[in-house]
C-alpha cells in the first residue's frame, strides 16, 4: 500500500518501530496541509487528528480513501455530527497516543458496521492485531490509564507515597509495565490531562476530575 502518515516525530518513530515499511510504501508529513493530492494514497494514518479535528474537512471529501485517524479525545459520532460526510464516513478512531502506539494489540473503533471489513482487510495488510471497541471518548486502555495516572497524582499530593514509590509499586503489585508517573512520562502530561478533561465533559463523571498536581503540571508546560 502507499501510505500516507500524518505524525510528530515521536509517534512517527514508534509506528516504524511496527514494521511496516518493510512491506508498504510510506510518505510522512507532521501536517496535512503540506499534501497536495490525498487521492494517490491507499491509506491515510492520521496520529495527530485528535488535536487537529479538521483535517475532517478534507478526508470527507476524499471518501474512498480509508483513514485510521488517532481519536480519544473525541468520537466518531461526534465527528459525523460536525462534519459533512455526505459521501460516505471513511474515519476509523485508533488510539494513537504516544507510548502506546506499540501495544500488542491496536484498539480500534467504526461508526458504521460496513466499515468493518475495510478494517479487517487493513489491518491484515499492516500485519497489526487489532481490538475493536465501542466509539466513545477515551476508548478502553486510555481510559483506565489516564485514570490511574490521575489517581497516582491524588495519592502522591495527599504524601501517601512518593511517585517514585508509587512507580514501583504498581510495576510489581500489578505486573504494569510502567508506573503510573511512568505512563504519564511516556503518554505526555497534555495528553493526559486533555484526554481526563474530555472524558468528564462527555461523562458528567466526577471521578474523571484532574488532579490538582496534574493541573498544575500541565499548566507549567
Known amino acids: 500500500m502507499n501510505i500516507l502518515v500524518i505524525a510528530d516525530a515521536q509517534r512517527y518513530d514508534e509506528l516504524m518501530e511496527k514494521g511496516i515499511a518493510k512491506h508498504h510504501q ?104 487489532y481490538l475493536l471497541v465501542a466509539d466513545s471518548v477515551g476508548l478502553v486502555t486510555p481510559r483506565v490509564v489516564c485514570m490511574i495516572i490521575n489517581e497516582a497524582y491524588l495519592a502522591a499530593e495527599e504524601g501517601t507515597a512518593s511517585q517514585e514509590d508509587i512507580d514501583t509499586s504498581m510495576r510489581l503489585g500489578t505486573n504494569y509495565p510502567y508506573g503510573p508517573f511512568e505512563w504519564s512520562e511516556r503518554m505526555g502530561v497534555r495528553h493526559v490531562y486533555e484526554v481526563l478533561k474530555a472524558i468528564q465533559e462527555a461523562t458528567g463523571d466526577s471521578r474523571y476530575t484532574v488532579a490538582a498536581s496534574l493541573q498544575t503540571a500541565y499548566e507549567a508546560i
Open 26 to 129: 510510506i510518505q510522512w508529513k507532521t501536517s496535512l496541509e503540506e499534501v497536495k493530492m490525498l487521492n494517490v494514497f491507499d491509506l491515510v494514518i492520521d496520529m495527530l487528528f485528535d488535536d487537529r479535528t479538521e483535517h475532517a474537512l478534507v478526508y470527507a471529501k476524499n471518501p474512498s480513501i480509508p483513514v485510521l485517524a488517532g481519536i480519544v479525545k473525541t468520537s466518531l459520532a461526534e465527528l459525523m455530527s460536525q462534519y459533512a460526510f455526505e459521501q460516505g464516513f471513511n474515519i476509523m478512531g485508533c488510539n494513537f497516543l504516544p507510548g502506546m502506539i506499540n501495544m500488542p494489540v491496536m484498539e480500534v473503533s467504526v461508526l458504521e458496521e460496513a466499515q468493518q471489513l475495510t478494517l479487517s482487510n487493513i489491518m491484515y495488510d499492516l500485519g497489526w492485531e
